[in-house]
């Protein structure tokens, strides 16, 4: 494989940026985070590494995404170093819109032919304008995507306590938590329906709610009980036996957490603390808080909610 233009051919006497000889080269195909991370290990243990992607550029399907199981991490965050070392090591060829088209050799000593599809656009120059893209003239012009449209109409009154809460909120920066806390209020949940029309009236995609209200362990997507049951699971608690308080819960609701009984009556959750370690075990309901919650109390506990 021939270096590119920018790079000097491979020889004994160059030195890579972590300081050792390169001592041959190597192809790696497919430019995702597994592919950036090998090209990576492989130049800083001495060798001129060649990654091929066939996309026009590398980040995989992780670049694609906003967060990542199961820290919740942002992917970007995670991914952008990288990107920034692959490009910048000296031992590092990037080529990408590239198809390995044969491979011939043995384990250790193989040849490869790759064949670089052509941009069009001189990479080294590219800012990123997308002004080639309105001029070209071997492609129709992208057409706009179109603006976002409810399947269903909502309810008089749910358009009216909608409509009530966005002009309480219209223009304020940051108005898109607020509004979410109120509909949440409102309702006991997110109803589906209610943000998309949200996202129509505002302009936005229903994704950009979404990534805003599955961030918050507050906001739910299904219908709640008349009343929220919530048992400690922090360390306190866990120490004094809440696993057993929460599967006597279970047992006289006949329901698991994150469910809601038949009747309607009681949601069931657990939170990482409530802020009552001295009176662990504790529990909460509707903000309610009860502390060194005896087992036998239970039932008597939830008649008080009936």
């Known amino acids: ?41 492989l130049s800083a243990a001495g060798f001129r590494v ?43 060829d990037v080529l990408t819109m590239a198809d390995v088209t044969s491979l011939d050799g043995e384990a250790g000593r193989f040849v490869a032919e790759v064949r670089t599809r052509p941009r069009g656009v001189i990479s080294s120059k590219c800012t990123g304008c997308g002004d080639c893209w309105t001029i070209c003239p071997v492609r129709n012009t992208a057409e706009p995507t179109p603006p976002f449209q409810p399947d269903k109409p909502l309810a008089e009154a749910d358009a009216a306590i909608l409509g009530g809460i966005l002009a309480r909120h219209e223009g304020h920066p940051g108005n898109i938590l607020p509004v979410l806390q109120e509909i949440n209020r409102s309702y006991g949940f ?46 306190a608690c866990h120490a004094r036996s809440s696993r057993t308080l929460q599967e006597k819960v279970e ?25 009552l370690c001295a009176l662990s075990p504790a529990m909460k309901i509707d903000g309610r808080p009860f502390g060194k919650v005896d087992l036998d109390r239970i039932p008597e506990i939830l008649e008080q909610f009936a």
């Open 50 to 92: 060649f990654l091929a992607e066939e996309s026009p550029t590398i980040g995989g399907g992780m670049a694609r995404l906003d967060k990542t199981f199961p820290t919740g991490d942002c992917a970007t965050c995670i991914i952008s170093p990288k990107l920034v070392a692959c490009m910048r090591d000296y031992n590092i």
């Open 251 to 275: 047992k006289e609701m006949g329901v698991g957490v994150g469910e809601t009984d038949k009747a309607g009556r009681f949601t069931l959750r657990t939170v990482r603390c409530l802020g």
């Open 190 to 235: 997110l109803p589906r329906l209610l943000l998309e029309h949200m996202a129509c009236l505002w302009g936005l995609r229903p994704a950009e709610l979404l990534r805003v209200a599955s961030f918050y362990d507050r906001f739910r997507f299904e219908p709640a009980g008349r009343h929220l049951v919530e048992i400690c699971a922090g360390t």
């Open 1 to 41: 494989m021939t270096p590119p233009e920018n790079k000097p051919p491979l020889t004994p006497a160059s030195v890579n940026g972590n300081g050792g000889a390169p001592c041959g080269s190597v192809l790696v195909c497919g430019g995702g985070i597994a592919g950036i991370q090998a090209s990576l290990d």
